[in-house]
Structures are given as structure tokens and as C-alpha cells.
């Protein structure tokens, strides 16, 4: 597998192998879809706006946007525990978030 460099929505970077296949994407948001969209965040993920997000932290799947960007998914999710607390997760940082 080959290394890639992934940019996170906090500005650090990784290593990782590889990006995730058709079907790797699609399995990752049917185990999603079929917990209701419930995830919890596995590490603490800063955004942009200074939104933090804990690990453990409980989130809900609102809906799935076609990057503009290339062809990847966007994944947006609502923290349960404060309303109007949204994220957007790229495809390449779908490991940061588990299926609860």
C-alpha cells in the first residue's frame, strides 16, 4: 500500500495507507446507518471555528455531501449532547469516529 499525507480540519497531518476503497467507504457508512447515525469521536478533533469535540463524545449522522473539491464524501454529524454543534468529517478522517 502506498503512504499518503492527510490534512485534518485542524490543520495536522498524518500518515496514512493508503485511501479507503468504494466498497471500504460504503461499509463505513452502512455501520453508521445502521446504528440510526449514532458515532462517538475516538480522538479530540478541533475545528475551524473552534468548535472542540471530545473523544467519547457522542454524535448523529444529519447527511452525506459529494465533496467539491474531488471525489470523496463529506460527512456531517450534530453533537447529541449540544444542539447546533455541527462537524464535517472528511472520508479521509472517517477513523476518527466509531459506530457507538
Known amino acids: ?58 454524535l448523529r449522522l444529519l447527511r452525506l455531501e459529494p465533496s467539491l473539491v474531488d471525489h470523496s464524501y463529506v460527512a456531517i454529524f450534530e453533537s447529541e449532547e449540544v444542539a447546533n454543534k455541527i462537524i464535517r468529517i472528511r472520508e479521509t478522517s472517517f477513523d476518527w469516529i466509531e459506530p457507538l
Open 1 to 58: 500500500m502506498r503512504k499518503c499525507i492527510v490534512a485534518m480540519q485542524d490543520g495536522n497531518y498524518f500518515m496514512q495507507d493508503g485511501l479507503m476503497n468504494e466498497l471500504e467507504k460504503i461499509n463505513v457508512i452502512f455501520e453508521w446507518l445502521g446504528n440510526g447515525g449514532r458515532v462517538r469521536m475516538v480522538r479530540e478533533m478541533r475545528t475551524h471555528g473552534g468548535q472542540v469535540f471530545a473523544a467519547g463524545e457522542a
